[in-house]
């Protein structure tokens, strides 16, 4: 048992996720409740750093970022979540970091099963620990749809940043790492559908960090 009483699992979970507002520079931190991998969990805009922040609870529709966030999480995870009737839980099948991702997305609203069908897959590079990146890219609204979840260093350096723009968001990174997070960054980019994507030649839109514990 943890010290709130929780049963600990060793289950991967996002429990916090700072999402940079388009073009302002600035962004919100956002604090996910729940429980192991159970696809349910409150969501609460906080007010600083700190995990034990004054907190808000939140409806996820009502943010873009947060829905920009989920949609991202949602393209690029290829784990799935299911309900085990024999052990009455909530079980993976895939990479425990890719089915954190995937919970996050659901908790946001979306559903695996309604994606692959409603967006489908184009391309996909697999995480590789030279480029510590996983990318994807799916139809949407009759564009591509590239998303991009990897290590903080690498995803920063495929992204176009204002001046001082990178300097904030490592620091932000540092903080949220010194809380015991595991921290991965995530962008993406709209194309048109007959225009090729390359990650590495490509300057994506920053998004944010996924905070895991």
Do not use: W
């Not at 709130?4 to 520079?25: D, P, R, Y």
């Not at 907190?55 to 989920?70: C, H, N, R, T, Y």
């Amino acid at each position: 048992l943890d010290k709130t009483g929780t049963i600990t699992k060793n289950e991967l979970a996002i429990q916090k996720v700072f999402i940079l507002s388009a073009g302002s520079g600035q962004g919100k931190f956002f604090e996910i409740g729940g429980v192991g991998y159970e696809p349910k969990g409150d969501v609460y805009l906080t007010t600083n750093y700190k995990l034990q922040a004054t907190k808000q609870l939140v409806s996820p529709p009502d943010f873009s970022e947060l829905i920009l966030a989920g949609k991202t999480a949602a393209f690029c995870s290829n784990a799935y979540v299911f309900y085990s009737e024999e052990d009455k839980t909530y079980k993976i099948s895939g990479d425990p970091t890719e089915a954190a991702i995937l919970v996050f997305s659901q908790k946001i609203g979306f559903q695996k099963e309604i994606i692959e069908k409603q967006h489908p897959l184009i391309e996909e590079i697999p995480f590789d620990y030279k480029t510590k990146y996983r990318f994807t890219v799916r139809q949407s609204d009759g564009k591509k749809f590239a998303s991009i979840i990897g290590a903080p260093e690498s995803v920063l350096s495929l992204c176009k940043l204002a001046k001082g723009e990178k300097e904030n968001l490592e620091n932000i990174f540092y903080k949220m790492s010194a809380e015991g997070l595991r921290v991965l960054a995530f962008a993406y980019k709209e194309t048109g559908l007959k225009i090729k994507i390359e990650p590495e030649k490509t300057k994506f839109i920053f998004s944010g960090f996924f905070g895991m514990k």
